[in-house]
T-cell receptor
Framework: GENVEQHPSTLSVQEGDSAVIKCTYS??????FPWYKQELGKRPQLIID?????GEKKDQRIAVTLNKTAKHFSLHITETQPEDSAVYFC????????????FGKGITLSVRP | DTGVSQNPRHKITKRGQNVTFRCDPI?????LYWYRQTLGQGPEFLTY????????KSRLLSDRFSAERPKGSFSTLEIQRTEQGDSAMYLC?????????????FGPGTRLTVL
């Protein structure tokens, strides 16, 4: 089955700086890669996703890049703000997996004011 | 509120008791997933419905767990003879199977504490 790993497990950045969170996956058949943001005590919220037929997707301050050959994908947050502080989870799924998501363990992002 | 809802939000029970959780997905979504999340971990898949059919169950789901989606709308997850190791956040997510779309939207979860 799929295995998704996130590195690092914690990340602290100064407000205004960029943050990059990386994930690797194991199943070469995986074709959909969402990123979720989870604030303390709240539900995971989908913030951006990418499909295997594209290499990059941007939405305002956030972007995701995908390297299918190396089986890794990354979340990029520019001009970080204190409200970006949260746990970020990457996930992956494949057509043969009924779209069930396999999540990484999450990374805690802290943005220092 | 047109998002995914779950009830109850919190449940405290004694070991050995049965508990049941409910999930109401986004109304037009035909796929429904249950996940379990423990502290410091990402959500782990438990089971999946397409309409009323339960199409997949994780090996994490022991025979004490049962889930239903009787009319293809809301779903229930029952845990019988709860154990302390069942303490976790139980999350429900829904998505629409259409044109390869996969976006799953999560509910707020039910936090279960087994004493």
């Amino acid at each position: 089955g799929e295995n998704v790993e996130q590195h690092p497990s914690t990340l602290s950045v100064q407000e205004g700086d960029s943050a990059v969170i990386k994930c690797t996956y194991s199943d070469s058949a995986s074709n959909y890669f969402p990123w979720y943001k989870q604030e303390l005590g709240k539900r995971p919220q989908l913030i951006i996703d990418i499909r295997s037929n594209v290499g990059e997707k941007k939405d305002q301050r956030i972007a995701v890049t995908l390297n299918k050959t190396a089986k890794h994908f990354s979340l990029h947050i520019t001009e970080t703000q204190p409200e970006d502080s949260a746990v970020y989870f990457c996930a992956a799924t494949s057509p043969g997996a009924n779209s069930k998501l396999t999540f990484g363990k999450g990374i805690t992002l802290s943005v220092r004011p | 509120d047109t998002g995914v809802s779950q009830n109850p939000r919190h449940k405290i029970t004694k070991r050995g008791q049965n508990v049941t959780f409910r999930c109401d997905p986004i109304s037009e979504h035909n796929r429904l997933y249950w996940y379990r999340q423990t502290l410091g971990q990402g959500p782990e898949f438990l089971t999946y419905f397409q309409n009323e059919a339960q199409l997949e169950k994780s090996r994490l789901l022991s025979d004490r767990f049962s889930a239903e989606r009787p009319k293809g709308s809301f779903s229930t997850l029952e845990i019988q003879r709860t154990e302390q190791g069942d303490s976790a956040m139980y999350l429900c997510a829904s998505s629409l199977l259409a044109g390869g779309e996969n976006e799953q939207f999560f509910g707020p979860g039910t936090r279960l504490t087994v004493l």
